[in-house]
């Protein structure tokens, strides 16, 4: 950031009185700009122990499954934006359900949220990020292409309940250490 969003004067990168991390501050309006965590929003929709996959039209990662999910809008609750992430990417009828995982991914400064839901019907089809949707049964994902490691940890949870025949929420931590082409280290606490 060179200028400032408030007033347009040049910012300083700097540590503001009584904080503890350089941020871009303006000297003339005196307006802090923070930069913090982006919120992932997600589901993992469900029909007849199948569950819906996109694969993406958009990068990063086109061609790559995902599940339907996407950055959290202002103005809209987490809830409001998974369910609105799964009608733009799978144009996807659902029920949402309980919060299911939430992973920190400070390497990317983004946190990432998933609901499990209940698709209300099987009349789905790709939207304007999506090349297609299908439903997929466990032994069907295609594991070696999946987008991201937090849906391939996600998916893995979500079988894993599903086996044990209770579904738990899961938080945790992704971490990757810089540089690294390695797969992140997961910290999982399960409630």
């Known amino acids: 950031m060179k200028f400032c969003s408030a007033c347009g004067a040049r910012v300083a990168f700097e540590v503001p009185a009584g904080d503890n991390r350089r941020r871009h501050v303006c000297g003339d309006c005196g307006s802090i700009h923070y930069q913090n965590p982006k919120s992932v929003v997600g589901t993992i929709p469900e029909w007849d122990g199948r569950l819906l996959l996109c694969l993406r039209a958009i990068e990063p990662r086109h061609g790559y499954w995902t599940l339907p999910a996407g950055f959290l809008e202002c103005g809209e609750t987490m809830e409001e ?18 919060l299911y995982t939430l992973f920190s991914i400070p390497h990317i400064d983004q946190v990432h949220v998933y609901y499990r839901a209940r698709l209300l019907d099987p009349d789905f089809h790709p939207g304007e990020e999506s090349l297609d949707v299908q439903l997929f049964a466990e032994d069907e994902i295609p594991w070696g292409e999946l987008a991201f490691p937090v849906v391939h940890k996600t998916l893995e949870l979500w079988f894993a309940d599903r086996r044990a025949g209770r579904f738990r929420t899961h938080t945790g931590d992704i971490v ?7 797969w992140p280290r997961f910290t999982v606490r399960s409630d």
Do not use: I, V, Y
Request: glycine share 12%.
């Open 81 to 98: 934006g998974a369910s609105r992430e799964a009608r733009e990417e799978a144009n996807a009828n659902l029920s949402l359900g309980s």
């Open 176 to 182: 990757r250490n810089p540089g690294s082409r390695e």
